[in-house]
């Protein structure tokens, strides 16, 4: 079993949805919860960044933690076009036990936004 | 702002060649990794760097070499390249434990 499970899509909404998306992992010990975007031949980007437990709003995107279920969720509100991309979460542990700060990903959802 | 710089950005490699790819950051970040990212696979962790001077494996380190000689720049090395590794390589820095990466634009590496 991977650390970080995510459903790889594909995702297709039409412009103006909600979308959703999330991953599970397995090892308690995370605490650092990260969503990176991703556009096609290019390099990840960060997008949110969560400390444990509860939720994070930016705009358009809202990043949720639940560590009782070992489950993470980013919302986006009225989606564009533009946020067409492979969505990718990242979680570490930090201290004893972690593995140096190293971020475990999960395989990225492919997400499109039609006009 | 150049943040993290990846170079070359393509390379197309005969089997058995040699190369190195050069990761530059100017973020003072300690921190250093080099992924591949391969379709259906997500991002595997080949080799990283806590500081100047140290590396150690990740989860795919065979058929690679890292060094770094200096904390702003993280080198990857394939002695002896096979199709295996045709694959899009990222370079990533932070600041240490706790914190997001930085990532390059990547190098699209095909092996023939």
């Known amino acids: 079993q991977k650390e970080v499970e995510q459903d790889p899509g594909p995702l297709s909404v039409p412009e103006g949805a909600i979308v959703s998306l999330n991953c599970t992992y397995s090892n308690s010990a995370f605490q650092y919860f990260m969503w990176y975007r991703q556009y096609s031949r290019k390099g990840p980007e960060l997008l949110m960044y969560?400390?444990?437990?509860g939720n994070k709003e930016d705009g358009r995107f809202t990043a949720q933690v639940d560590k009782s279920s070992k489950y993470i969720s980013l919302f986006i509100r009225d989606s564009q076009p533009s946020d067409s991309a492979t969505y990718l979460c990242?979680?570490?542990?930090?201290?004893?036990?972690?593995?140096?700060?190293?971020?475990?990903f999960g395989r990225g959802t492919q997400l499109t936004v039609w006009p | 702002n150049a943040g993290v710089t990846q170079t070359p950005k393509f390379r197309v490699l005969k089997t058995g060649q040699s190369m190195t790819l050069l990761c530059a950051q100017d973020?003072?970040?300690?921190?250093m990794y080099w992924y591949r990212q391969d379709p259906g696979m997500g991002l595997r962790l080949i080799h990283y760097?806590?500081?100047?001077?140290?590396?150690a494996k990740g989860e795919v380190p065979d058929g690679y070499n890292v060094s770094r000689l200096k904390k702003q720049n993280f080198l990857l090395g394939l002695e002896s390249a096979a199709p295996s590794q045709t694959s899009v390589y990222f370079c990533?820095?932070?600041?240490?434990?706790?914190?997001?990466?930085?990532f390059g634009s990547g190098t699209r590496l095909t092996v023939v």
């Open positions: 973020m003072n970040h300690e921190y």
């Open positions: 760097s806590v500081g100047e001077g140290t590396t």
């Open positions: 990242a979680m570490s542990a930090v201290g004893r036990g972690s593995t140096l700060g190293r971020l475990y």
């Open positions: 969560t400390y444990s437990s």
């Open positions: 990533a820095s932070s600041t240490g434990e706790g914190y997001g990466y930085t």
